[in-house]
């Protein structure tokens, strides 16, 4: 009797929680939006992609908080160049995914980018 129900709705709540249901799709444990991201120098951030969100309004840019001592600064450099090339040169980027997985074998992110860059494939023009 004295325990208080409540329920929480919005745009933020629903996608916050679309946002932890796509950790299985991404293969992280924490993804956020960009206006969830801090910018705090004990913490290490991967670019996701811009991703639809059921029940959203156009894409939202997802970011992975990961652990600071779970991938080397070169590798983590090394994942934002080939992100960067996802649009333009997926093959490319598809390599350099492939190659940092090879020495990150457990990290799902990348194989979930190396299927992204497939995709991708079929779109550049």
């Not at 329920?7 to 679309?18: E, K, L, W």
């Not at 959203?56 to 600064?73: M, N, T």
């Not at 990290?107 to 860059?117: G, K, N, S, V």
Request: with cysteine; hydrophobic share 45%; proline share 4%.
């Amino acid at each position: 009797s004295k325990r208080l129900d409540f329920t929480a709705h919005g745009s933020t709540v629903n996608m916050v929680a679309r946002l932890e249901a796509a950790n299985k799709v991404f293969g992280t444990e924490i993804a956020v939006s960009a206006a969830s991201r801090v910018d705090h120098p004990d913490l290490a951030w991967r670019k996701i992609g811009a991703v639809e969100l059921r029940g959203l309004a156009g894409p939202v840019e997802v970011f992975e908080l990961i652990a600071p001592d779970s991938i080397a600064r070169d590798d983590l450099e090394e994942y934002v160049a080939a992100f960067a090339l996802i649009e333009t040169d997926p093959n490319a980027a598809a390599g350099q995914f492939q190659a940092l997985l090879d020495r990150y074998p457990q990290d799902r992110l990348l194989a979930y980018q190396i299927e992204r860059c497939r995709a991708q494939k079929g779109h550049v023009s």
